[in-house]
């Protein structure tokens, strides 16, 4: 499969944070991704990362303050670089980088090129957690926001190489990754990145649920939970406010960054998160692949014996109620919500048993999606199917990035209006 970015041209940017000892890790992961790199780095990004780490993972020359005042050069080098990009990412952006930028002033290469730049922007800052919580950074921080070109990745929480746990941590190179397919795809003609569901609250569900035997055993099924986690990272891409429910997840941890998250294994405990949460969403995009039956009672303090299995297994199961329909009775009219449909066999049975399920499930969208096909749905990077509704509409959707799927079925639910 063709990378998330293949032959995107993106530059990395990297300040003088010791976060920049991380820039070599997402340069590598761009490259995998089928990027085109080339790196820029600050006089102070150079104290902390090796510039000759930046050019051989990126396979381009790393570039400094001094080479715009080379003299063989033609033309200005930041003029150069923001005509040649797609896409800058300033990983990790620096709190006098960013005074910088907000404030115009183009001293030195990277400052400079961050004036040129007409293509999206995707800026991951890090810093002390007292720096971040100044006011002076907080304010150019939130100025970010404005532009429609820049994408901002606030730092995360954690242990901080000062020795402080708090707010400051750079954006995981994976979630980073992640942010710049995601730009892409957002980015109009003129660089501009949608924001529509900015203000938005967002629930999201994803994953299996694991519906316990006994102590130790269970029954569950292949979702890797890809498909939900991508349309939440999607939606706070685009400035909802999301909340994800879900059970065990099979992605990478930095693809939960900047997301709310509610770990929910079981089907009941996925219920009562997701009806108690119902009420405050603007949309609810019901993803998880929740069991379809599970034990009436089961004994979670021991393993029953094997000789016993058979005969204990034979009976005590019930249906687990319908989720979706229950979403789907509780809504408001001003709510929209979007339903899956795993399902099997050839377009007429998929077809058929869709429209069944999207007239019980009371949703605005239901996408079918094929189990029984290679190299889409469960479990897999590609999905596709049917798109069924608003109403009486149909549509076949082909199998593409779950990412780009994610981003497609956000444009419909706000085609669908307030
Ligand atoms: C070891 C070290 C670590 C630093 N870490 C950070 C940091 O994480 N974030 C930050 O904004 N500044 C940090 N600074 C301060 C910046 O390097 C300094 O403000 C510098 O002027 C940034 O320049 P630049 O934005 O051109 O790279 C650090 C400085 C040192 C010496």
Redesign the pocket.
């Known amino acids: 499969m063709a990378g998330l970015l293949q032959g995107q041209r993106v530059i990395v940017a990297a ?5 920049a000892v991380k820039t070599p890790l997402l340069v590598s992961a761009l490259i995998k991704e089928g990027a085109q790199v080339r790196c820029v780095v ?4 150079s104290q ?1 990362v090796s510039p000759v780490a930046l050019a051989c993972l990126s396979r381009n020359p790393c570039l400094q303050d001094a080479d715009q005042w080379d003299p063989s050069r033609p033309r200005p080098l930041h003029i150069e670089l923001a005509e040649w990009a797609d896409l800058l990412i300033v990983a ?1 952006l ?4 960013l005074a910088r930028w907000v404030h115009g002033d183009g001293q ?1 290469l ?1 400052a400079s090129l961050l004036l040129a730049c007409e293509c999206p922007v995707l800026a991951a800052s ?3 957690t007292a ?1 971040w919580q100044h006011p002076a950074v907080q304010r150019n921080w939130s100025r970010l926001h404005d532009d429609p070109r820049v994408l901002p990745l606030a730092p995360q929480a954690g242990l901080l190489a000062c020795d402080r746990v708090g707010t400051g941590r750079m954006a995981d190179p994976e979630c980073i990754v992640l942010a710049a397919a995601s730009t892409m795809l957002q980015a109009d003609s003129e660089g501009k990145l949608r924001s529509d569901w900015r203000g938005k609250r967002v629930l999201v569900s994803a994953g299996p649920t694991r519906e316990p035997l006994d102590s130790v055993r269970l029954i569950s099924n292949r979702s890797s939970g890809r498909m939900g986690v991508l349309l939440a990272q999607a939606a706070r891409f685009r400035g909802a406010d999301v909340d994800l429910v879900h059970g065990p997840l099979t992605v990478p941890d930095a693809w939960l960054e900047g997301l709310h998250c509610l770990p929910a294994f079981s089907s009941a405990a996925m219920e009562v998160c997701l009806l108690e949460r119902q009420s405050r969403a603007d949309a609810v995009l019901m993803c998880a692949a929740v069991a379809d039956v599970r034990r009436e009672r089961s004994d979670n303090s021991s393993k029953l014996p094997k000789g016993e299995l058979m005969e204990t297994m034979a009976q005590g199961w019930e249906q687990v109620p319908d989720l979706l329909q229950s979403l789907g009775a509780r809504r408001s009219s001003q709510q929209h919500l979007l339903g899956f449909a795993a399902l099997a066999g050839d377009d007429e049975t998929l077809l058929r048993r869709g429209r069944e399920k999207l007239q019980a499930k009371g949703c605005d969208l239901l996408m079918v999606n094929p189990v029984d096909r290679p190299d889409q749905g469960l479990d897999s990077d590609l999905n596709g199917g049917w798109l069924l509704g608003p109403g009486e509409r149909e549509e076949a959707i082909p199998a593409v990035h779950k990412l780009a799927l994610a981003h497609d079925l956000l444009d419909r639910l706000s085609q669908l209006g307030d």
């Open positions: 300040c003088g944070s010791i976060a600050t006089s102070s990004g902390l990790p620096s709190a006098s980088s030195g990277l890090a810093m002390n720096m």
